[in-house]
T-cell receptor
Framework: AQKVTQAQTEISVVEKEDVTLDCVYETRDTTYYLFWYKQPPSGELVFLIR??????QNEISGRYSWNFQKSTSSFNFTITASQVVDSAVYFCALLMTYNDMRFGAGTRLTVKP | DAGITQSPRHKVTETGTPVTLRCHQT?????MYWYRQDPGHGLRLIHY???????DKGEVSDGYSVSRSKTEDFLLTLESATSSQTSVYFC???????????FGPGTRLTVL
């Protein structure tokens, strides 16, 4: 079975705290892609990052960083020095074939001032 | 950003009535998708299209049909809406050369 688990349903932090959102996936495929999307209160889905299964290099983009570990089937997302504007629902997704993308249930992050 | 619009953005309808949601894109992307978003489930694929008149089922296709007569438009139809189809519906598109899907703004559908 292919699936994505985001065990943290809701997280609340105070501004400037670091926060990590967990994502664990299951697949038997050797080639796959992992994604993170952000859904702010306005409701749209914003693409954040894509990582393929052959590239385990971690990535940093400003305050955002992603840690991909095939050994533990995890693709975790860290926000450093969180800000109120980071408040959103974050989705992790797994793409096995080009047309079969499976999403996790999402993690609602609330950043309080 | 694939220039995706969805219409209507909000709709309230009654059980048993037909409903059609429209997705329109301006970027000439070959692939288009319909998802539904429900609490606790994330997004789940309903149907997708890999070209004009070429469509296939996704994970939760029962009760839904789709059509694509033009590259830019992908229609989702609920032939006889049920309360279990109350959801937020998202359209997405993808360039053939990439694997990243970009999403429209969503349509909130309420079936009473």
């Amino acid at each position: 079975a292919q699936k994505v688990t985001q065990a943290q349903t809701e997280i609340s932090v105070v501004e400037k705290e670091d926060v990590t959102l967990d994502c664990v996936y299951e697949t038997r495929d050797t080639t796959y892609y992992l994604f993170w999307y952000k859904q702010p209160p306005s409701g749209e889905l914003v693409f954040l990052i894509r990582r393929n299964s052959f590239d385990e290099q971690n990535e940093i983009s400003g305050r955002y960083s992603w840690n991909f570990q095939k050994s533990t089937s995890s693709f975790n997302f860290t926000i450093t020095a969180s800000q109120v504007v980071d408040s959103a629902v974050y989705f992790c997704a797994l793409l096995m074939t080009y047309n079969d993308m499976r999403f996790g249930a999402g993690t609602r992050l609330t950043v309080k001032p | 950003d694939a220039g995706i619009t969805q219409s209507p953005r909000h709709k309230v309808t009654e059980t048993g009535t037909p409903v059609t949601l429209r997705c329109h894109q301006t970027e000439n992307h070959r692939y288009m998708y319909w998802y539904r978003q429900d609490p606790g489930h994330g997004l789940r694929l309903i149907h997708y299209s890999y070209g004009v008149k070429d469509t296939d089922k996704g994970e939760v296709s029962d009760g839904y049909s789709v059509s694509r007569s033009k590259t830019e438009d992908f229609l989702l139809t609920l032939e006889s809406a049920t309360s279990s189809q109350t959801s937020v519906y998202f359209c997405a598109t993808r360039l053939a050369e990439t694997d990243t899907q970009y999403f429209g703004p969503g349509t909130r559908l309420t079936v009473l």
